[in-house]
């Protein structure tokens, strides 16, 4: 079965400081990969996704993640966090993307 | 072009009663999903229906049920409601896919908040 655990159900930062979100996946074939944000009182929102194609994936906002095989990880990362990036940010595999398994979630605050 | 829309965004009901809520998916998409979000056991998938068929199911008991149209609109119904069902119901569209294509990204509606007293 496949399933994603995200390591810490909370997160804070300073603003202009590193974004550092974790996310590890089971999975017993080669997975898709997700992290998608939602907002307060919000569906959510893709914001990247890996597919087998490069291991780094970029997406919106300025967030990238990396899918590391050996690790089993996709760490969502982003340089320089921004107030507006405060929400709560989940993980999601798939193995055919009609069965989307979400983690737990982060929430992210980014303090002034 | 417009997004996934669900409708009622918020209602209340009573244990005892059903609901019925709706989900217009993205034009040309034919897959829908459903899947209910609470504080307690996060984001759980309900079914996902592809072609008026129902194509996978997740963990819930019976009294949740859905359905598909033609134009590719879906419904979910949950009878006897219980205090437990009180949670926010997002439905997310997607494109027609093939196994390992990785072309299909799941579009969420804004939801339905739905508490039950």
């Known amino acids: 079965a496949q399933s994603v655990t995200q390591l810490g159900s909370h997160v804070s930062v300073s603003e202009g400081a590193l974004v550092l979100l974790r996310c590890n996946y089971s999975s017993s074939v080669p997975p898709y990969l997700f992290w998608y944000v939602q907002y307060p009182n919000q569906g959510l929102q893709l914001l990247l996704k890996?597919?087998?194609?490069?291991?780094l994936v970029k997406g919106i906002n300025g967030f990238e993640a990396e899918f590391k095989k050996s690790e089993t990880s996709f760490h969502l990362t982003k340089p320089s966090a921004h107030m507006s990036d405060a929400a709560e940010y989940f993980c999601a595999v798939s193995r055919n993307n009609n069965d989307m398994r979400f983690g737990a979630g982060t929430r992210l605050t980014v303090k002034p | 072009k417009a997004g996934v829309t669900q409708t009622p965004r918020y209602l209340i009901k009573t244990r005892g009663q059903q609901v019925t809520l709706s989900c217009s998916p993205i034009s040309g998409h034919r897959s829908v999903s459903w899947y209910q979000q609470t504080p307690g056991q996060g984001l759980q998938f309900l079914f996902e229906?592809?072609?008026?068929?129902?194509?996978n199911k997740g963990n819930f008991p019976g009294r949740f049920s859905g359905r598909q149209f033609s134009n590719s609109r879906s419904e979910m119904n949950v009878s006897t409601l219980e205090l437990g069902d009180s949670a926010l119901y997002l439905c997310?569209?997607?494109?027609?896919?093939?196994?390992?294509?990785?072309?299909?990204?799941?579009?969420f509606g804004a939801g339905s908040r739905l508490t039950v007293l």
């Open positions: 229906y592809f072609s008026e068929t129902q194509r």
């Open positions: 890996y597919t087998s194609a490069a291991t």
């Open positions: 997310a569209s997607g494109t027609d896919n093939t196994v390992y294509s990785g072309a299909n990204v799941l579009t």
